[in-house]
């Protein structure tokens, strides 16, 4: 067995049982490794090689955590919960039967629009996700709406774009990874592909993403599903909860706005997340001998997933440094004959093996282009069907990996009370929806492109 496809099934046999993703990602790179004919030393020395690429999201993780943690102190948070909520009970008291569907829906579109502008117009990737789930949890409550489904919409929401739409991630994922790595892999046999070539060659793929999320919406996850009262919730009369005067909802405003200034014309989230910190501790919306014990609680809300974030890379490192990938790929090509349909399948499932691992569809897309031009050129692929298979092949994983920005960002809002577990309510529920149709949708585009 080749030794990145045990890995995945050591990580997610131990993941399903409960253990801890972390634990998960150590025991399974040292399996890995070993099973690809390394040394413990040399196990250790590529995990800890790897361990650095994971730091600075954590850091950054902790950062925004801090800064939504200081958020929901300033009453921010709750003063927003109690209008949604009061606003629906409202409703419900004039009779209006179809007003919590509506609001569900409305939850819906405005999550998948924040989520599309943050990897396009406004590209702060999964920040918007700490800052502005938890203060809905308490209306998902009162509308018993499933967060399986909720986490379907926000992965759907921050992956739909950068596969479809060169602005922001976009442009990084098709102009400068899928299709520079598509033309470099084929420069001396022949294939070049253009930029305006790689939206189209996705658009199949991307409509097995929208079919997935209609399925988890409509059918899977549609029937109510009762959570406890999200212990963020303060439980005291509205009238003995601090109230905001509009000097301080302004200097919010100023906190909120600064951060994302900061972090789109410096790219950092560590500097975007202190600068909103900073700015609310200075000007009084919470004690300032709060503010340590503030920030301390909201690195320990994103630990977990920055810890996630860096085992991910340690055994991202491993099975680089194993060079278990291309033999991966390669090997597959003792069971594909001169079929070019299977060569497409099997193509599509190593690639979901191999982002499974790595966690990112923007890593693995370099690793494999090399190898999988070359293979679909001698199938007779046309350069649109390469790039959907090789594009297809990179994104699969990346919805469903334990160790997955697309998971992880979902799990860090929803699970703000305790409530929502990282692997059945986010991995398992992404796998299925998004894996299995862009697996179809992938095979497709590569028959009929």
């Known amino acids: 067995m080749n030794a990145i496809v045990l890995a995945i099934l050591v990580m997610v046999g131990l993941c399903l049982a409960r253990v801890s993703v972390v634990f998960s990602l150590v025991v399974a790179a040292l399996v890995g490794g070993l099973w690809a004919g390394m040394s413990v ?6 995990f800890n090689d790897g361990l650095g690429g994971g730091a600075t999201v954590a850091l950054a993780y902790a950062t925004l955590g801090a800064f939504a943690v200081a958020l929901s102190r300033t009453g ?30 409305l939850l819906f ?51 739909i774009m950068y596969m479809t739409t060169p602005v922001g991630f976009g442009t990084i994922f098709l102009n400068d990874i899928l299709t520079n ?35 988890a919406v409509l059918f ?43 972090q789109l014309t410096t790219g950092s989230m560590v500097l975007g997340g202190l600068l909103g910190f900073a700015l609310l501790s200075m000007n009084g919306l919470f004690k300032w001998k709060d503010q340590d014990d503030v920030f301390t609680q909201g690195m320990r ?46 193509m599509l499932l190593v690639g979901l093996f191999i982002t499974m691992g790595i966690g990112s569809s923007f890593s693995t897309i370099p690793i494999i282009a090399a190898i999988y031009v070359p293979l679909a050129i001698s199938f007779g692929f ?24 697309s998971t992880l960002g979902p799990t860090a809002g929803l699970n703000a009370d305790g409530q929502h577990d990282h692997i059945r309510d986010s991995v398992i529920p992404t796998f299925i929806h998004y894996n299995i149709p862009l697996i179809l949708f992938g095979w497709i585009a590569a028959q009929v492109l």
């Open 76 to 105: 921010i948070t709750a003063m927003v919960s109690d209008k949604a909520l009061a606003w629906v009970g409202a409703r419900r008291g004039a009779g209006e039967q179809a007003a919590p569907g509506g609001v569900k829906w």
């Open 220 to 262: 899977s996850y549609r029937r109510p599903r009762g959570y406890q009262s999200p212990l963020n919730e303060v439980k005291q009369d509205k009238a003995s909860r601090p109230q905001l005067s509009r000097k301080q909802l302004m200097m919010i405003g100023v906190a909120i706005v600064g951060a994302l200034v900061v």
């Open 301 to 346: 809300l994103m630990a977990l997933i920055g810890f996630i974030m860096i085992a991910a890379s340690g055994f991202a490192g491993v099975m680089k440094a194993s060079g278990a990938i291309p033999e991966l790929v390669t090997g597959s090509g003792a069971l594909i004959g001169n079929n070019p349909g299977l060569a497409a399948l099997v």
């Open 109 to 159: 579109v405005a999550l998948i629009l924040v989520g599309a502008a943050s990897g396009t117009v406004v590209p702060v990737h999964i920040a918007f996700i700490p800052i502005l789930v938890p203060p809905l949890l308490g209306l998902m409550n009162m509308l018993q709406l499933d967060r399986r489904a909720v986490a379907c919409v926000i992965t759907f929401s921050i992956t």
């Open 382 to 405: 046309s350069p649109l069907a390469t790039l959907a298979l090789v594009g297809t092949a990179g994104a699969l994983g990346d919805a469903g990996s334990p160790a997955s920005d």
């Open 41 to 46: 030393d040399q196990v250790i020395s590529a």
């Open 181 to 215: 790595s598509v033309n470099q892999a084929g420069a001396e046999l022949g294939m070049q592909v253009t930029t305006a070539m790689a939206p189209k060659a996705m658009l199949l793929p991307a409509l097995g993403m929208l079919l997935g999320l209609l399925v």
